[in-house]
């Protein structure tokens, strides 16, 4: 069998293309964690014992017996931080390696125009990711319990924060910086995985990307303001 030997300038374009499916595989591993994030605060609307319950289910028996009561939370919380680990680090690469090749003529000057959220992926991304951090101290590691009582039940800790009109207006703006990274992500992440082959595939890949940006924003965004317009909560 005969081998073959890659060229330096082979093995890179190999090695990206490797980095740009880890990027979005990952990241819709991501987007599907947002969708079923957002399914589960949809539950506010059904009253506090549904939404505690679901709460409490998230952190009990899933799985169980087939391993311990209690597991299955620290697993996905394992595979998400590991999924979020190697998008962050694909990106770094990959940007690297596109700043390394400026300069030196070869690439290919652009004359394609890009959209707002395709030129805003690296420091949307970053926002994305800090204000995230505030969000896990917040609500998960409670250090942070900005317009609720450590001790509040997971319903009374969502009603009593989204009081607050300027939490809700920094989560509405948080929300626009994920959403503009979901529709751009979600376009690349299909093209990357080869489902942009024709103008059809394209218009219908742009249809879903926008469709489920626009999903997200409105379903995460709908129990916010929902609280602060009294319709749910005490
Ligand atoms: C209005 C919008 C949102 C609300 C009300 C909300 C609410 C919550 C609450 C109450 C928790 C704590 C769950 C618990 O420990 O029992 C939580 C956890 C979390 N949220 Fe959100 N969330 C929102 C938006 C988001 C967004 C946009 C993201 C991602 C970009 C996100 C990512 C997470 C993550 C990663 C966790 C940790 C899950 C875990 O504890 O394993 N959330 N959220």
């Given at each position: 069998m005969a081998t073959t030997t890659l060229t330096p300038h082979q093995k890179a374009l190999r090695s990206s293309v490797a980095l740009k499916a880890l990027m979005a595989l990952t990241g819709l591993v991501m987007i599907g964690f947002l969708l079923m994030h957002m399914y589960g605060n949809l539950k506010v609307f059904l009253g506090e014992e549904a939404f505690d319950h679901y709460a409490h289910w998230l952190k009990g028996d899933i799985l169980y017996p087939l391993i311990p009561s209690g597991w299955f939370i620290w697993l996905f919380r394992a595979f998400m931080v590991a999924s979020i680990v190697a998008h962050i680090f694909a990106a770094y690469k990959l940007t690297v390696r596109a700043q390394a090749g400026r300069?030196?003529?070869y690439e290919v000057k652009k004359t394609i125009q890009q959209t707002y959220a395709a030129r805003t992926m690296r420091w949307g991304g970053v926002i994305l990711a800090g204000f995230l951090v505030f969000h896990l101290l917040q609500?998960?590691?409670?250090?942070?319990p900005v317009g609720f009582?450590?001790?509040?039940?997971p319903y009374d800790m969502v009603v009593h924060s989204f009081g607050n009109w300027w939490l809700v207006l920094a989560y509405a703006l948080w929300l626009v910086t994920v959403c503009l990274h979901v529709r751009h992500g979600f376009w690349s992440a299909f093209t990357t995985l080869g489902?942009?082959?024709s103008p059809n595939a394209r218009a219908v890949l742009n249809g879903l990307a926008w469709a489920v940006a626009v999903l997200l924003f409105l379903g995460v965004m709908s129990m916010p303001v929902a609280v602060l317009l009294g319709w749910v909560g005490n």
């Open positions: 300069g030196r003529g609500y998960t590691a409670m250090v942070l009582t450590v001790g509040d039940g489902a942009n082959t």
